[in-house]
């Protein structure tokens, strides 16, 4: 499995940027996805996560920081998951990765239980 996140870039505060998060593989659809940040110095933290559509019928996860904000979504027919994220924050700034949830496990904050991660996309956002 393969995860290849995009869309980041260079904004500023109160501007929109859509990350994308495409993987291989035919099963995708089945498993949950999530999306992390990190900042040089801290650690990886948790943004949101998509549920597969079986499981509890695709139920969204968000941390309170950019609760109302961002939205995701996914599209399995393209293997995608989708990161909207709207009225960006200077503290917004971060690595952004996605992963795959492992299955295993039932806390979709804690990054180990997600087995295959992406690249991650700079996300930048200016005062």
Request: proline share 2%; aromatic share 12%.
């Amino acid at each position: 499995v393969q995860l290849q996140a995009c869309g980041g870039g260079l904004v500023q505060a109160g501007d929109s940027l859509r990350l994308s998060c495409a993987a291989s593989g035919r099963t995708f659809s089945m498993y949950a996805v999530g999306w992390f940040r990190q900042v040089p110095g801290k650690e990886r933290e948790f943004v949101s996560t998509i549920n597969w559509n079986n499981w509890s019928g695709g139920r969204t996860y968000y941390a309170d920081s950019v609760k109302g904000r961002f939205t995701i979504a996914r599209d399995n027919a393209k293997n995608t998951v989708y990161l909207q994220m709207n009225s960006l924050k200077p503290e917004d700034t971060a690595v952004y990765y996605c992963a795959r949830h492992s299955g295993l496990g039932s806390d979709h904050t804690d990054l180990d239980e997600y087995d295959f991660w992406g690249q991650g996309t700079q996300v930048t956002v200016s005062s």
